[in-house]
């Protein structure tokens, strides 16, 4: 966690809200969602000044898009300053076979606005692949189009495609190597006009898990949300712009008990009761799958033009 304390010297004016436990340094409020942030602050109808917010209904879907434009709004918030897109579909969205492509087109045009032109983009995906809740990176690398190698070797056929790379960057008790250390090198190598960094984030619902998608362009902090936060990938510490997409997958478990006692924050039981305790679907493996889908299509699109599910699955064979 040192390295997070060292984030948190260095960025305390994006990031003000954390507390200390036992040495620990975390979010008081365990949830990489923007929105659910701003919610919190905004209930019994309150405002936040420097906070702009926009909701409606597309394919049966809320899509919202929260910008935080002001310091302060940014201290009040626990996030940096950007814009942050969130796609909230329906329960049980999974199981409709459209669901996946229909998600990915109404999230792919927001990231394409938030992404270099020209340039070759690497898609950095975080996590671990024995957790499932947290193997939402990895698995979403598996199904995006890279095509950098093949610009290079066959520009006749391939040339008019976006550049793209991919690397699963893996987790440092397994690597050894802090994920950001890791994109930095790549960085310095391929020199990408962006990077899109995707991981699995923490909400403060069960009901969100597995069915909302968040887009963000100030990057990402990963694991801070499950109070297991790294070095920040963003614009200051890679060089470049970061985009960062992720679906909640976990709940921190005095949150939820915290909502059923009627209580607004559970900071005060955790520091008597200890231990940390996630909640996950039973059926993550199928979500986590679906998701991950859903923001490789997605990342597809905006990269390569509009595309069929045939078109791609033609790419990933």
Not at 256 to 280: H, W, Y
Request: with cysteine; glycine share 8%.
């Amino acid at each position: 966690m040192q390295e997070f304390f060292e984030y948190f010297v260095m960025y305390d004016k994006k990031y003000p809200k954390i507390i200390k436990k036992r040495g620990v340094f975390c979010m008081k409020n365990r949830t990489d969602m923007a929105f659910e942030s701003h919610q919190r602050l905004t209930s019994g109808g309150k405002t936040v000044a420097g906070v702009h917010t926009q909701q409606q209904q597309e394919e049966g879907m809320t899509l919202r898009k929260l910008t935080v434009s002001t310091l302060d709004a940014a201290r009040r918030l626990g996030k940096p300053q950007g814009v942050y897109v969130t796609l909230e579909a329906p329960a049980h969205w999974q199981t409709d076979n459209d669901g996946i492509i229909k998600a990915a087109r109404l999230l792919s045009p927001h990231l394409k606005a938030v992404l270099p032109q020209k340039g070759t983009v690497l898609v950095a995906g975080l996590g671990n692949t024995r957790i499932t809740p947290d193997s939402l990176g990895p698995l979403t690398v598996d199904k995006v189009i890279v095509t950098r190698h093949l610009r290079a070797g066959m520009p006749d056929l391939f040339g008019s495609m976006r550049s793209v790379c991919a690397v699963k960057a893996g987790v440092l008790g397994t690597t050894g190597v802090e994920t950001a250390e890791l994109i930095r090198g790549i960085c310095a190598r391929v020199r990408p006009a962006a990077v899109i960094a995707v991981d699995a984030l923490a909400s403060l619902s069960v009901a969100r898990l597995g069915r909302t998608f968040q887009l963000s362009d100030s990057g990402i902090v990963p694991g801070s949300g499950a109070c297991n936060a790294r070095r920040a990938l963003n614009a200051d510490t890679l060089g470049v712009p970061t985009v960062a997409l992720g679906v909640p997958t976990v709940v921190d478990a005095d949150t939820i008990a915290a909502e059923m006692l009627g209580k607004t924050d559970p900071s005060e039981d955790r520091e008597q009761n200890g231990g940390e305790f996630f909640v996950t679907p039973t059926d993550i493996d199928a979500l986590v799958e679906k998701s991950a889908k859903v923001l490789a299509y997605a990342i597809n699109i905006a990269l390569q033009g509009d595309m069929s599910v045939s078109d791609m699955e033609q790419f990933l064979c």
